[in-house]
């Protein structure tokens, strides 16, 4: 329901348009006289003013100047009698929305008033979106958000993200798990002209292929046992902005053969249902699988493959650029010890020798962890060595020593490196079951297999 002002001296014509007003389920607030009228729109506020043209006193122009004094945008309509044309079109070029000749039928009253509102929803629509877009630059802060670093390595994807968000273009991000590839993805959605619009995302990875089929494209009610009600996908729910499909390599033939089929027509059905939906979203895939070798062995379809694969964008692993070490590790101090441990500040020399010298299986991501539970751990104003977690110190469980073949089959073997593997990454993690899968690179459901498997835990 909008909130419509009425200001006309001749009590029969103000009437007449509240009455229409109120019949398309509006509010009305009439004025005989442009002081009154003003008086109402401070206390009330409006989405739309119709005003006469001619009244003693403050005429419908000082009105219209008066209404853009407070608010610029506020449609604004003058009524005027036959024979004044002339100055309503001259009153339209100082800012009003229409003009209304009388008589008039309500049918036309109807038609404008329905104009005006879609124009202030407009409008406001535009301001929202426009301060949410200032809001999420200032969440972002630094240039590339989280992205930090100054190697030529992590410069390389600085570039192609200014050089494709402008773009439409599908872009594929490659890289080892915890890189931060869901970060280059948000880094190209906040520069695009989708930036207003959301960022949704969905892990391939983490559900099965049912699930998945129904996270993506919604579901209608009884699809399923269990499908009480209707579910929007992460397809519609995206609509106008960017999805982002992480892990897509683990997505299975026939998944692949629909997500072309939404690439290429922008359109698709619902699980159950029959109506075709149709969507503009922008889509960004990322993987750490090496997708050309899948298609080579018959995985993941060729045709999805140069699909997704219009701009690839590869992430490095931060052991490729160690000097990139000190600045993540004092912009994660900064964005972490304000609520883990308030008096660090940094991170003390021998304490960054430490890091600097461990492999960082797990990337960005891991470091992270590594800062914030170093944070708990820290006594004094800087990170020492000793609130660092103890796999960085050498206390850990050595890796196998050269595995002795003896007469034992290759089996035996391959299950001794892996369990020794399995064991580092189990104690790297502290015994967390979802970061030693993520170490792993594989999924928690295998893990926990692996683990009762070989003894561990």
Known sequence: MATILIIDDNETIREGLAQVVRKLGHLAHVAPSGPAGIALLDRYGADFVITDLKMEGMDGVA??????????????????????????????????????????????????VERALALRAAQRERTRLGAEAELYREREGARYGELVGSTEEIVRVFAAIERVAPTDAAVAIVGETGTGKELVARAIHARSRRAAHPFITVNCGSLVD????????????????????????????????????????????????????????????????????????????ATHKDL?????????????????????????????????????????????????????????????????????????????????????????????????????????????????????????????????????AYQAAQGVKTETARLLGIKTSALYYKLEKYGIG
């Open 63 to 112: 009105v219209l100047e008066a209404v853009r004094t407070r608010d610029p945008d506020l449609p604004t309509m003058i009524v005027t009698a036959f024979g004044t044309i002339e100055t309503a079109v001259q009153a339209m070029k100082l800012g009003a929305f229409d003009f209304l000749e009388k008589p008039f039928a309500p049918e036309v009253v109807q038609l404008k």
């Open 210 to 285: 049912t699930l998945l089929e129904s996270e993506l494209f919604g579901h209608e009610k009884g699809a399923f046992t269990g499908a009480i009600k209707r579910k929007l996908g992460r397809f519609e729910l995206a609509d106008g902005g960017t999805l982002f499909l992480d892990e897509i390599g683990d997505v299975s033939t026939a998944l692949q053969l629909k997500l072309l089929r939404v690439l290429q027509e922008r359109a698709f059905e619902r699980v159950g249902g029959e109506a075709t939906v149709r969507i503009d979203v922008r889509l960004i895939s």
């Open 292 to 424: 050309k070798k899948e298609v080579a062995e018959g995985r993941f379809r060729e045709d999805l493959y140069y699909r997704l694969q219009v701009v690839p964008i590869a992430v490095p692993p931060l052991r490729e650029r160690k000097s990139d070490l000190a600045p993540l590790v004092s912009h994660f101090i900064r964005k972490l010890a304000p609520r883990t441990n308030p008096g660090v500040d940094g991170i003390e020399a021998r304490a960054l020798d430490r890091l600097a010298g461990y492999a960082w299986p797990g990337n960005v991501r891991e470091l992270e962890n590594v800062i914030e539970q170093a944070l708990v751990f820290a006594d004094g104003p800087k990170i020492g060595e000793a609130a660092l977690p103890r796999f960085l110190l050498g206390e850990v469980v050595p890796r196998s020593p050269g595995i002795q073949r003896g007469d034992r089959p290759l089996p035996d073997l391959l299950d001794e490196l892996e369990r020794g593997l399995i064991l580092e």
